[in-house]
């Protein structure tokens, strides 16, 4: 289990209180998810559209590079 989860509605990390998702939070993800990228994406887009309901005042470009524009 990580610390590295999500702290709504502000969208920070409980773990480092940075964004989330935070650099390690998306480290560890990319491993769960490891060989995996469309179950990501799809996880991620899950989160995004949360997101973007807590977060109106982001703009949605922000908020898709942030939550999906890491995934490769």
């Known amino acids: ?41 799809l996880y991620m887009g899950s989160y995004l559209v949360s997101a973007a309901e807590d977060l109106t005042w982001v703009p949605a470009g922000l908020l898709h590079r942030r939550f999906l524009g890491w995934i490769r």
């Open 1 to 41: 289990m990580t610390t590295h989860g999500p702290v709504l509605p502000v969208w920070t990390c409980g773990g480092c209180n940075g964004p989330w998702p935070c650099a390690t939070r998306r480290k560890e993800l990319a491993a769960e998810f490891d060989g995996a990228p469309v179950s990501l994406a």
